[in-house]
């Protein structure tokens, strides 16, 4: 159902009624009419967002490490196909009901009773929380100007003090808050919840600008506040601080001028994402004195880019490890400068870079160091990120949303070519289809003036191909494992079952022979087959019972039927089959040919028995363990291991100080058998359960879980950490 659809034009119009009473017609006429330009307007991105939500969990799914995950994505998927539309639905009436109470929410805040309340706050609801007032208080400081100008002509309207924050019925922070109430009825996970939350960030929040700037020019157009305009006050550095303040003196006043609220500084300052709150950030780090630059002159954006196509187009041409080295913010001044410094005429100023460049400079120094050190080290991943650098900075000169957009080409690039790297090429199965696409890339970046989007999408569907390919051969293997583990546990049961029958009726010679190996095979055979109640296994225990002697036998011809049917089932030739069989029923031979009871009994025992080969490909390599001679705290993580379900990953520490990760694909609880599997789905180490246990407490192995954030998203959380901190020392 569409956003605008007549359904709900005619909804508004019923509802006219509960507009406020204090709102003249004019008033609720233009209210009227900058709702129905919100629901036009949000239908594009409304749909954007879901369809990339939805594109999102497809992806999850298919890079998923376990069917649990995979699983959990189809779900979500299904949840919310088949409540779009009264998602949708909730959307619109909680919009609506916001531009209902214009004006409303300082009366009811001041009318309110100041109460103090404590009370604990659930996970889940404060994780929604912090994700939600992130992205409004984004929103916020990015359409800063348009949404401050819009609260001024909708509190006229209202006829109440200035609207911002929640007061406002179409801004970011009421928008949130109606995404929340129309997502709380989705039965969605935490995790599915918050990237939901971030498709709406990056569809709908980041577009918001236009949609203010068209209810700002109808209310303008209308002669609401046509001579209002608002300043938008750029980030200055101490150096240039005093001369913006002397142009902004010296500055004549025509207009009314909305200074910017608390509340949106506040939100500047809390975002990760905005170049500005990261330089902000940078600059309270630093805390670096006024420099005079004397006679040096700034270099210019045009000729940063020339300098920056020269080192990109050398390094380019030296395919080797210095040029691949990851390289530090001065290091990465002083070669832009020399490089700038090339052919300047004598007695010319030298050259220097401004302050937004040099911080542009700094951050994506930064962004690679906190990604190299995600990394494993002399691994493939940090040769190829080293690559990238020389372009990544190219473009974070030129397009500022580089640091801002979370979709962007370059910080898409760098985060795919970063991770597969990391996770299929830096161990000894690495998949040289891949690398090689990888290095391909890297190297076209190096020579291109462009960032393309379809060279992360092919390295993400290659990656994808190699996840559906592991996942296809750690199933197989570990369905491997689980028939063998049934196959010994049959075979061991029909052993039992035939050893108490024997220890009643002890039979000799060949027969004893034939009934330990070739009789044990049938009944381990049926074990597989059929449950030990099932009534076709207890036949095979009765003709067991008749041939040991404990019960009668009233037809001879049709047990010796069913005897040679079941021998011939665990692959025995026929004929082979009813010599046996008439062995086992003591039938005499009158044919001189037939074999003596020594000839019978060593064929028999050279024979491979049923499953043997098959059992041997299991064995462990070590005998396992006596887990009463295990330490108490062995003993309580072999438990807690038998009680997990498979899936998770563990690190294991090599011999040459590098961590091997491996995933438990499978486990048997009874037996301490344990598959552990690569990345690439192959069999790794050979280890019992017991010994896994063994290396958890020891500290050579550890539990390894997955982040749910991309590893550049983690590098800015860990930028925009550090740099608070350091702020925060400094003050």
């Not at 959990?72 to 196909?81: N, Q």
């Not at 305009?229 to 101490?238: N, W």
């Amino acid at each position: 159902m569409s956003l605008d659809s007549p359904s709900r034009t005619h909804a508004a119009e019923a509802s006219a009624a509960a507009w406020r009473a204090e709102l003249s017609p004019r008033a609720r006429q233009h209210v009227a009419h900058s709702l129905a330009t919100c629901m036009a307007w949000l239908e594009a991105p409304l749909q954007a967002s879901l369809s990339e939500f939805d594109q999102r969990l497809f992806q999850m799914a298919d890079r998923a490490r376990n069917h649990i995950e995979q699983q959990a994505c189809f779900e979500s998927r299904h949840v919310l196909e088949r409540g779009t539309a009264a998602f949708r639905e909730r959307f619109a009436n909680g919009l609506r009901e916001r531009f209902i109470r214009l004006g409303d929410a300082g009366e009811q805040k001041r009318l309110q009773p100041e109460r103090l309340e404590l009370s604990l706050v659930d996970t889940t609801e404060q994780e929604e929380n912090d994700s939600l007032s992130v992205l409004s208080s984004r929103a916020e400081a990015r359409h800063a100007g348009v949404l401050h100008e819009l609260g001024f002509r909708l509190a006229v309207l209202a006829a109440s003090a200035p609207l911002d924050g929640d007061g406002q019925p179409a801004g970011p922070r009421a928008l949130a808050s109606v995404l929340r109430e129309a997502a709380t009825p989705m039965p969605l996970s935490l995790a599915h919840r918050l990237l939901m939350f971030q498709c709406f960030d990056a569809r709908l929040m980041a577009s918001l600008e236009s949609l203010y700037a068209s209810l700002n020019d109808h209310l303008r157009d209308n002669g609401i506040l046509p001579q209002l305009r608002v300043v938008s006050y750029a980030r200055t550095t101490a150096s240039t601080r005093a001369a913006v303040n002397a142009r902004a003196e010296a500055a004549p006043v025509r207009e009314p001028v909305a200074a910017p609220t608390p509340a949106s500084e506040a939100a500047r300052s809390e975002s990760i994402s905005v170049l500005e709150s990261l330089r902000d950030l940078l600059s309270k780090r630093t805390r670096e004195p006024a420099v005079a630059h004397g006679a040096a002159r700034l270099a210019s954006t045009d000729e940063l880019q020339i300098a920056l196509t020269a080192l990109q187009g050398h390094l380019s041409e030296v395919a080797d490890h210095a040029s691949r080295e990851i390289r530090s913010a001065q290091r990465l001044r002083d070669e832009l400068v020399t490089q700038l410094s090339i052919n300047r005429p004598p007695g010319s100023p030298p050259v220097s870079l401004s302050p937004e460049h040099s911080d542009t400079v700094e951050l994506t120094a930064m962004l690679f160091e906190t990604l190299a050190q995600e990394l494993t080290k002399q691994g493939a991943a940090r040769s190829l990120l080293g690559g990238l650098q020389w372009p990544v900075l190219r473009t974070a000169v030129t397009d500022k949303s580089f640091f801002e957009q979370h979709d962007h080409p370059a910080r898409k690039l760098v985060n795919t070519v970063a991770e597969a790297a990391n996770d299929w090429l830096d161990h000894a199965d690495a998949d040289p289809v891949l690398a090689e696409k990888l290095e391909r890339v890297v190297g076209e970046v190096a020579v291109a003036t462009a960032i393309d989007p379809r060279w992360a999408s092919d390295i993400e569907n290659h990656v994808a191909a190699l996840s559906r390919k592991a996942q296809v051969a750690e199933r197989r293997l570990a369905e491997a494992m689980e028939g063998r583990e049934r196959l010994a546990t049959a075979r061991k049961r029909a052993a039992e079952l035939m050893a108490e029958r024997m220890n009643e009726r002890s039979p000799r010679g060949v027969l004893r022979i034939l009934l330990e190996r070739t009789w044990s095979d049938v009944l381990a055979l049926n074990l597989l087959r059929n449950d030990e109640k099932s009534p076709a296994f207890q036949a095979s225990l009765e003709i067991t019972d008749q041939l040991l002697g404990r019960t009668p036998v009233a037809n001879v011809a049709h047990l010796q039927a069913e005897v040679e049917t079941r021998l011939q089932h665990v692959g025995m030739h026929a004929d082979e089959a009813a010599e046996v069989a008439r062995r086992l029923l003591r039938q005499q031979q009158e044919d001189d040919a037939a074999p003596t009871n020594t000839d019978m009994a060593m064929r028999l025992r050279t024979r491979p028995r049923f499953g043997e080969d098959v059992l041997a490909a299991i064995e462990p390599a070590t005998p396992p363990d006596d887990e009463s001679r295990l330490k108490p705290r062995i003993r309580a993580e072999l438990e807690v291991l038998r009680h997990r379900e498979a899936g998770a990953w563990y690190e294991f520490m090599q011999a040459d100080g590098t961590l091997a990760r491996r995933k438990l694909a499978w486990f048997s609880a009874s037996s301490g058998r344990c598959l552990l599997v690569n990345a690439n789905g192959i069999r790794a180490e050979d280890i019992t359960l017991a010994q896994l246990a063994t290396a958890l407490i020891e500290g050579s192995a550890r539990e390894y879980v997955p982040p749910p954030s991309s590893l550049l998203d983690r590098a800015w959380h860990a930028i925009a950490g550090s740099l608070r901190m350091s702020a925060a020392r400094t003050s």
